[in-house]
């Protein structure tokens, strides 16, 4: 049997290609198009939202290149899902390149109205398990809390497109007293995730109120933030933000990167603005088609994201939202990114990849697999190199549950 040390460094493991290191840069995503605005204004998050991209016209000027796909898709944005997109997060688009993964998450495209009969607009069963408006209570101990149904960006993929900038008429109306009394009437809950549309999008005072509100509540143990405004909006988080949020500790965020070029010097100042507020941060990722379905891609934006004092947290399979197969990659591919980031990087760089459960069944755990046969007195497994080990199984008498289907036993090194 060969042995093998705890540090979970693999030798060899790191992809040596210039795209690499190139996606491993920090760069800022300077001024672009708006060079002449000033410092002040470019650096108040209040005039990066006044002066999004939000119309054809606007996007046409500033993306010339736009494709027949994409004009398409802008013309009918409105009824479907709003575009708008940040002057700063713009800059990250590159202008000459179409399949841009920046451009791909934020530019519409006429493919967003083909639906497909598997996909839903609101594949994980969330208007069903909403006992009062804009609560979600689907796992038994915590809550989605939904505060806003606007965001800085919007991400084209959007699992709750059917509701986030109401270009359905879904007319969201969060009603914070019935949220905040159904929280305080459930004992079960100790955990409560703010989101939306993004909760940072709300002014300071308001959401002091409502962390405030809920850290109140004897049997709310702690609260979480997912936000995507690190990544779209850096500039919201000013230092009077974060000694808001600090002030209702324990409250872990989590963000939303998709691509290591979202990961400019302004995000890492941000995140390092929370980190240093003591909030942990966790990052969810979409596995995007022709975004990030790639192991170089995959390894680069998870290795910086703990450069920006990040934990990955989830991959998740895209889910199966009305119009977003051009961008939904296969599990196949999940499956071949996780083999390559599990032992050939850091264990903290390596996040648990999930499937959401089409229709509410709830985050699913999706890995390869590592164990190739198992009975009552051993277990057999492989390591990243594809290296085969035996494992002795504790004398509990417990029989294990039989591996699904009928597995070889393989030759032991
Ligand atoms: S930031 Fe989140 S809620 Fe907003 S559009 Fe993107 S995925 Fe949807």
């Known amino acids: 049997m060969q042995s093998h040390s705890c540090d979970g460094l693999a030798e060899g493991g790191e992809p040596d290609s210039a795209l690499f290191h190139s996606l491993k840069q920090f760069h800022s995503a300077g001024r ?39 004009f398409e898709g802008t013309v009918l944005a409105n009824h479907k899902l709003a575009l708008a997109i940040t002057p700063y997060f713009f800059n990250l688009i590159d202008g000459g390149d179409e399949n841009c993964p920046i451009r791909r998450q934020v530019v519409p ?36 809390f939904l505060v806003t149904d606007r965001c800085a960006a919007y991400c084209r993929y959007c699992t709750r497109s059917r509701m986030v900038s109401n270009a359905t008429g879904y007319d969201f109306h969060p009603e914070f007293e019935r949220q905040i009394e159904y929280v305080s009437r459930h004992p079960e809950i100790r955990d409560v995730l703010l989101s939306g549309g993004d909760p940072l999008l709300l002014g300071d005072d308001k ?4 962390l405030g509100r809920l850290r109140a509540i004897p049997h709310v143990e702690f609260l979480r933030i997912g936000t995507r405004i690190p990544i779209f909006l850096p500039q919201r988080v000013t230092p009077e933000l974060c000694a808001t949020l600090r002030k209702h500790h324990p409250l872990f965020i989590s963000i939303h990167s998709n691509h290591p070029r979202e990961l400019t010097t302004e995000a890492r100042n941000a995140l390092g603005r929370l980190a240093d507020a003591g909030i942990p941060l966790g990052n969810q990722t979409v596995l995007l088609r022709e975004v990030n379905d790639a192991p170089v891609v995959m390894r680069a934006l998870m290795q910086k994201l703990l450069m920006c004092r990040v934990k990955p947290y989830y991959i998740y399979q895209c889910d199966l939202i009305s119009g977003s197969a051009h961008l939904r990659s296969s599990v196949r591919r999940g499956l071949e990114i996780m083999e390559s980031l599990r032992g050939h990087t850091s264990g903290y760089a390596a996040p648990q990849y999930v499937i959401d459960a089409p229709g509410g069944g709830g985050k699913v755990p999706i890995n390869p697999d590592y164990i190739l046969s198992r009975n009552k007195d051993r277990v057999i497994i492989r390591n990243f190199e594809g290296k085969i080990f035996e494992y002795p199984e504790a004398p509990d008498g417990t029989p294990l549950a039989p591996p699904p289907g009928k597995i070889e036993e393989p030759e032991l090194v």
């Not at 990066?48 to 290149?65: A, W």
């Not at 839903?120 to 979600?136: A, K, N, Q």
């Open 32 to 70: 672009g198009f708006w060079n002449d605005v000033s410092d002040t204004d470019w650096n108040d998050w209040r005039w990066q939202l006044k002066n999004r991209i939000t119309s054809l016209e606007k996007l046409q000027r500033f993306l010339p290149t736009l494709t027949p796909e994409e």
């Open 109 to 144: 495209r006429v493919e967003e109205t083909h639906t497909a009969p598997w996909e839903m607009s609101d594949p994980c069963g969330e208007d069903t398990h909403s006992p009062v408006p804009g609560l979600v209570h689907r796992y038994p101990d915590r809550v989605l």
């Open 207 to 210: 959401l002091d109120y409502l």
